[in-house]
């Protein structure tokens, strides 16, 4: 079965700070992992990584996929309240049109 | 504009009396696919449909069925509701349901069942 694992869970910062997301996976023919923002309504879309060691940056989020060891990381640097959110991991195999998500990190930025 | 219309946006439902949640896109996409989502937890796939006439099951179907007589429809279909399908159903479609499509949601449908 295929599972997807984000740590923390939740996670209270303050403006300014600098956050790091963590999503680790074990799926059966891997094809791509995405990173989700999701605030109190649908999921938006952040990032597709497919290669590892290739960053993906927009602005102050980076994101980049190691597929030797599993896992992907999301940084967020000089944090925002708007930041605030739950960040959706999930991966795609490429069986079409399965996909995995992970549980979410609650990120919380205080002024 | 383009988008993935859900209806209705919240329904309270007793349990056993069935219920259909409507999912409409007008982007002529292909794919399209039922999460749901409960507190804490993340987006977990219930059925979804690689075109039309094709259905096949995610991860959690259980007391779920679906159906894909047209491109633009994905209507979710729950038989005999029960308490613990309280949730929170997002709809979702895109071109081929392979990245690097991007998925587009609905805004979802927050059903409660007493």
């Known amino acids: 079965e295929d599972k997807v694992v984000q740590s923390p869970l939740s996670l209270v910062v303050h403006e300014g700070d600098t956050v790091t997301l963590n999503c680790s996976y074990e799926?059966?023919?891997?094809?791509?992992l995405l990173w989700y923002k999701q605030e109190k309504k649908a999921p938006t879309f952040l990032f597709m990584l497919?290669?590892?060691?290739i960053e993906k940056k927009s602005g102050r989020l980076s994101s980049i996929l190691d597929k030797k060891e599993l896992f992907s990381i999301l940084n967020i640097t000089a944090t925002q309240t708007g930041d605030s959110a739950v960040y959706l991991c999930?991966?795609?195999?490429?069986?079409?049109?399965?996909?995995?998500f992970g549980d979410g990190t609650t990120l919380t930025v205080k002024p | 504009e383009a988008q993935v219309t859900q209806n209705p946006r919240y329904l309270i439902t007793v349990t056993g009396k069935k219920l259909t949640v409507t999912c409409s896109q007008n982007m002529n996409h292909e794919y399209m696919s039922w999460y749901r989502q409960d507190p804490g937890l993340g987006l977990r796939q219930i059925y979804y449909?690689?075109?039309?006439?094709?259905?096949d099951k995610g991860d959690v179907p259980e007391g779920y069925k679906v159906s894909r007589k047209e491109k633009r429809n994905f209507p979710l279909i729950l038989e005999s509701p029960s308490p613990n399908q309280t949730s929170l159903y997002f709809c979702a479609s895109s071109f081929s349901g392979l990245p690097p499509d991007g998925y587009t949601f609905g805004s979802g449908t927050r059903l409660t069942v007493v």
């Open positions: 449909s690689m075109n039309v006439e094709v259905t």
């Open positions: 999930a991966v795609f195999s490429t069986n079409a049109g399965k996909s995995t």
């Open positions: 497919t290669s590892s060691g």
């Open positions: 799926v059966t023919n891997f094809r791509s």
